[in-house]
């Protein structure tokens, strides 16, 4: 089956750093990608979508120049966390859509756990 | 936007028992997902729906695109599928994001 995997899987930082998280579709090329996020005990929100070549579509309340996204190639995107703030402590997840026939599967990443301290 | 919204909350049961957890949306949907959520964070896909009945092992998801509806069922359920299990909906297909239940965290005692 496909996977979809996200690297790294836990992070803690320090207030005022940067935080890269990439999302790698292993063994299909996907042409959208997705970012999502969530908090304690909440349930996941989309955060933007991921468009190969071109920019992110970012959701309302989250901002593009704190949550850069970059997805340079069909398997690649990333999620740089720019001046992380212990309130953008979360768990991040990417899911990925091949872009075939069945336009609606999504295949999720295992998640990355980030702590800012 | 879609509201999607999921009962019970929490349930505990038996193993053993019928397990059933409902979600219900406010707006015409692509495709329904249901998905598990274990303690460590990651994500399963158990099904993706746009209509009808699909069926996998002990577990069952039906949708009535009507009703703006879904269900997800558990035949003889066992400890190991204590998680969280969520719905989620597409609203504009593949191109779209999806929009989340709140999750229903089901625990199965021995």
């Known amino acids: 089956g496909a996977v979809v995997s996200q690297h790294p899987s836990w992070v803690i930082c320090k207030s005022g750093t940067s935080v890269k998280i990439e999302c790698r579709s292993l063994?299909?090329?996907?042409?959208?990608m997705f970012w999502y996020r969530q908090f304690p005990k909440q349930s996941l929100m989309l955060m933007a979508t991921s468009n190969e070549g071109s920019k992110a579509t970012y959701e309302q309340g989250v901002e593009k120049d704190k949550f850069l996204i970059n997805h340079a190639s069909l398997t690649l995107s990333t999620l740089t966390v720019t001046s992380a703030h212990p309130e953008d402590s979360s768990f991040y997840i990417c899911?990925?859509?091949?872009?075939?026939?069945?336009?609606?599967?999504?295949?999720f990443g295992p998640g990355t756990r980030l702590t800012v301290l | 936007k879609n509201e999607v919204e999921q009962s019970p909350q929490n349930l505990t049961a038996q193993e053993g028992e019928f397990i059933t957890i409902n979600c219900s949306y406010s707006v015409g949907i692509s495709a329904l997902h249901w998905l598990q959520q274990h303690p460590g964070g990651g994500i399963v896909s158990l099904f993706m729906?746009?209509?009808g009945k699909k069926k996998h092992g002990r577990l069952i998801a039906t949708i009535n695109i009507q009703e703006k509806h879904s269900s997800l069922h558990i035949t003889a359920s066992h400890p190991r599928d204590s998680a969280v299990y969520i719905c989620a909906v597409n609203t504009g297909g593949g191109a779209d994001g999806l929009t989340f239940g709140k999750g229903t965290h089901l625990i199965i005692q021995p």
């Open positions: 899911s990925a859509n091949p872009g075939l026939a069945n336009t609606d599967t999504q295949y």
């Open positions: 729906l746009s209509s």
């Open positions: 063994d299909f090329q996907a042409t959208t």
